[in-house]
């Protein structure tokens, strides 16, 4: 059985990148939008980023020009690359459905903290 689960988190200096991945059971992730979400300490849960089924991206303005969301559908896998990383980006990340409201559960989330 396929869970719902990102990985590749880590601690990494200001400036550094990570490449998180996650995989999404069919039900899930099949001709759905897929989206990044982080859950920094003591804030809400925000979207990152998102991409369609045919690869067309958005990215939140925390993540422009700095993080690239990619999937492969073949795999049920969806990846964010993540390049010079800031204090700020430091939380709990997960991927899920987007818009938020067709969420039915939160999987796995993968801890990324920077820090000098």
């Known amino acids: 059985q396929v869970h719902l689960a990102a990985s590749g988190g880590d601690l990494v200096q200001p400036g550094g990148s990570l490449r998180l991945s996650c995989t999404a059971p069919?039900?899930?992730?099949?001709?759905?939008?897929m989206g990044w979400y982080r859950q920094a300490p003591g804030k809400q849960r925000e979207l990152v980023a998102r991409?369609?089924?045919?690869?067309?991206?958005y990215y939140e303005d925390s993540a422009m020009g700095r993080f690239t969301v990619s999937r492969d559908n073949a795999k049920n896998m969806v990846y964010l690359e993540m390049n010079s990383l800031k204090p700020e980006d430091t939380g709990v990340y997960f991927c899920?459905?987007?818009?938020?409201?067709?969420?039915?559960?939160w999987g796995r989330g993968t801890q990324v903290t920077v820090v000098s």
């Open positions: 899920n459905k987007w818009p938020v409201s067709s969420v039915l559960y």
């Open positions: 069919g039900r899930i992730f099949t001709g759905s939008i």
């Open positions: 991409i369609y089924s045919d690869g067309v991206s």
